[in-house]
């Protein structure tokens, strides 16, 4: 050989040498970090107060000081000394079983020097996400290779991406899900199903509720969604075949009879959804929302004798409740039986003193009982002080736009103009 091809050959050689070892030193250095980062989070986890020792592990991590590199120092000697926060912070168990899988990864990452930059990339993503930097963390996961994407940074993704890009969310929601359909994980499948419920995609995310109930038909929780997807869609019948066979599962979440009554209504099956919100009501009799759900749903109907019952029904099953007092109390005003309306309102205001319609419809009560002309002067005064107060608390506790207020005013106006001549004095 001469010595020009010999000279050629050895600055090949240096050229490759030094090429490894600066490739080499690379992915040192990120698995140098990452094996830092992980002694420093087991020093740091004996700080974090609750959970597992494992949660420890996985919220020190999360909230530690990221490691500073330096060529010569050992991982010992890197790791981080200081969490961010303070060590009873709460986190969202989503976030946790995300850093849980991501915990895993670190593992490998450190036995794997190649998978540790990727490590690295998803812990700074996850960082700003636990700590409620969306925006930032949308940046650190979208930076991710699409190769390198696990189901948890693609559920992220998805999550971000729904608030602003909808094609981009699906795509994401799409890739978590191919991740996770084989591995029969039924709560993994569940994650996703519930992202793209939420996302608004409801026939997908039929697809995937069904996907779980192979393996998980068992599910009572599963037909609930499933269930309202497709409600949402507009297949009734579907969804109250959902509803149905979740109650068999499970006949004390509430939920299902709730949603049924609904489906039911929307099927025009009147008898069926009234049974169904008196079931629930039954098991949440202090929903004061649904009770005039159904009561609204049966004067639709043509019920309107059965909405006195429901009334009823409500009382029996909360007799703590102001509002039904209050409402029972409108019937009976309705039908000009003064006193026992005026018993139900103050009723209504012994349990909720801040019942602002109860204290109005006391003073309606009141001036349409009227002051009987045959009492003394110190009763006539104790009813026309009763009136008074009732429409000044009204006043008090009613809305700035609540209807009646200027009734109100202008009724305590003329009680103070003319409380001589209504007491004939």
């Known amino acids: 050989m001469s010595k ?20 080499a030193a690379a992915t040192t250095q990120d698995g140098k970090i990452l094996e830092a980062e992980i002694i420093g989070a ?7 107060i609750s959970g597992t020792q494992e949660e420890k592990l996985v919220l020190a991590w999360l909230w530690a000081e990221p490691v500073v590199y330096s060529a010569s120092a050992k991982p010992s000697n890197m790791a981080p000394k200081n969490l961010l926060v303070p060590a009873n912070s709460e986190v969202e168990s989503e976030v946790l079983n995300e850093g849980k899988a991501l915990w895993k990864m670190a593992e490998e990452g450190i036995k794997n020097e190649s998978l540790a930059p990727y ?5 700074a993503a996850w960082r700003e996400y636990g700590k409620g930097n969306q925006d930032e963390a949308l940046v650190l996961y979208g930076r991710i290779p699409e190769d390198r994407q696990t189901y948890w940074s693609a559920i992220r993704l998805g999550e971000l991406w729904s608030k602003k890009d909808a094609e981009k969310a699906a795509k994401y929601y799409q890739l978590a899900y191919e991740q996770v359909k084989d591995k029969k994980d039924p709560q993994l499948l569940m994650t996703v ?13 039929i697809e995937m509720y069904s996907q779980i109930l192979k393996s998980d038909s068992k599910n009572d929780m599963v037909y609930l969604y499933r269930g309202n997807g497709y409600f949402l869609i507009g297949d009734l019948s579907k969804a109250i075949a959902d509803y149905t066979q979740g109650i068999s599962l499970n006949p004390n979440r509430t939920d299902f009879y709730v949603n049924r009554a609904r489906a039911h209504s929307e099927s025009k099956s009147v008898s069926l959804a009234v049974t169904d919100y008196q079931k629930y009501l039954e098991l949440v009799p202090s929903d004061s929302d649904i009770w005039y759900e159904l009561m609204d749903y049966q004067k639709e109907n043509g019920q309107k004798d059965a909405v006195r019952g429901t009334v009823e029904r409500w009382l029996a099953l909360d007799p703590q409740s102001s509002l039904a007092y209050a409402l ?4 009976l005003f309705s039908e000009k039986k003064y006193e026992p309306a005026l018993n139900d309102f103050k009723k209504a205001t012994d349990l909720d003193p801040e019942l602002a319609s109860a204290w109005y ?24 002080n009763l009136i008074e107060t009732c429409y000044k608390n009204f006043l008090k506790f009613s809305g700035p736009n609540q209807a009646g207020r200027e009734r ?17 004095i």
């Open 408 to 424: 109100a005013k202008r009724r305590l106006d003329e009680i103070t103009k003319y409380s001589g001549q209504v007491l004939n």
């Open 328 to 331: 029972r109390g409108s019937h």
């Open 4 to 23: 020009g091809k010999a000279m050629v050959a050895m600055l090949l050689t240096v050229f490759i040498s030094l090429s490894a070892s600066l490739a």
């Open 193 to 205: 199903a519930n992202s793209v419920y939420l996302s608004g995609d409801y026939s997908q995310a």
């Open 42 to 48: 087991k020093s740091l986890a004996s700080r974090v």
């Open 119 to 123: 490590v690295l990339m998803h812990r």
């Open 361 to 384: 419809n006391q003073a309606l009560c009141y001036e349409n009982i009227g002051i009987p002309k045959d009492w003394d002067l110190d009763k006539k005064w104790k009813r026309l």
